[in-house]
């Protein structure tokens, strides 16, 4: 029955390999997630962490999304297992640069299986797949978008600190 579902499928075999690879990495980038929201939670930074309990829920529609594809188009869908991730930062710059970092490798494997899809004329997995292009971007955006936020921090804090230069001046 297995292989008969296989046979008759029509997203191409390979494509649909990758498209399980996917499904892993996007359940992992929930896993990372999840565990930069509860870093951001014990830091008592709740904005942040609300913004990574978001992303670890939105990951896991990205999960669903492609799971959904390959079983409806008669495919086998693989639950997928993850792997341990990172629950020690330094910064919550570091958090929000390692998210971006993650995204990045996300949009790269998500052109390469684009690539493929075109490469073996799978135009429907092609078509199914740009709604993943255009979220990527947008997630690469909002991930830059709060490093610039504090990088704004950084600089605020700086001319915090150069307005009690002022007190030496006033001193002398
Ligand atoms: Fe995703
Ligand atoms: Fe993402």
Redesign the pocket.
Known sequence: MKDIARQELSIHIEVMDMLNDQIQK?AQ?STAYLAMASWCDQQGLENSAQFFYAQAE??RT?MMKIFRFINDNGGNAMAPATSAVNHDFTSLEEVFSDALAHEVG?TKSIHKLVAKSRAEHDYATDAFLQW?VT??ME?EQTMRRALDILKLGEKMSLLQLDERIAELNTAQ
């Open positions: 996007e980038s939105e990951e990205h996300i993943f979220e990527q997630e």
